[in-house]
């Protein structure tokens, strides 16, 4: 297992930037496929993004593509998601899920570590 800690939410106006980074431990961090999901209050957790064990493939769910880049740096144990053109919509909390497999998912069964999560609040 490896443990997963977020960080880079907060509070920005729509139109706004964020940087999330999700930092792992452990020294096999490169052979784990990374995802990040979103649980808005009162709605299921859903697929935001993933890539695969070295960055070579990457997924995005509909509602984020264009505006979010997710990244990794292996070196670093540590993957990225950039968030730009927030809107009110992608407020959540934000989780960094980790799969001990190369290639990427996007169901959040296929994942079996997870972050606690960080908020991200967009206003209007």
């Known amino acids: 297992q490896v443990q997963l800690v977020e960080s880079g939410g907060g509070l920005v106006q729509a139109g706004g930037s964020l940087r999330l980074s999700c930092a792992a431990s452990?020294?096999?961090?490169?052979?784990?496929?990374m995802g990040w999901f979103r649980q808005a209050p009162g709605k299921e957790r859903e697929f935001v993004s993933a890539?695969?064990?070295?960055?070579?493939?990457?997924s995005y769910a509909d509602s984020v593509k264009g505006r979010f880049t997710i990244s990794r740096d292996n070196a670093k144990r540590t993957v990225y998601l950039q968030m730009n053109s927030l809107e009110p919509e992608d407020t959540a909390v934000y989780y960094c899920?980790?799969?001990?497999?190369?290639?990427?998912?996007?169901?959040?069964?296929?994942?079996?570590?997870w972050g606690m999560g960080t908020q991200v609040t967009v206003s209007s």
């Open positions: 452990g020294r096999t961090f490169s052979i784990y496929a």
């Open positions: 899920a980790a799969r001990k497999a190369s290639a990427i998912a996007t169901a959040a069964g296929s994942f079996g570590s």
């Open positions: 890539i695969n064990w070295d960055g070579g493939t990457t």
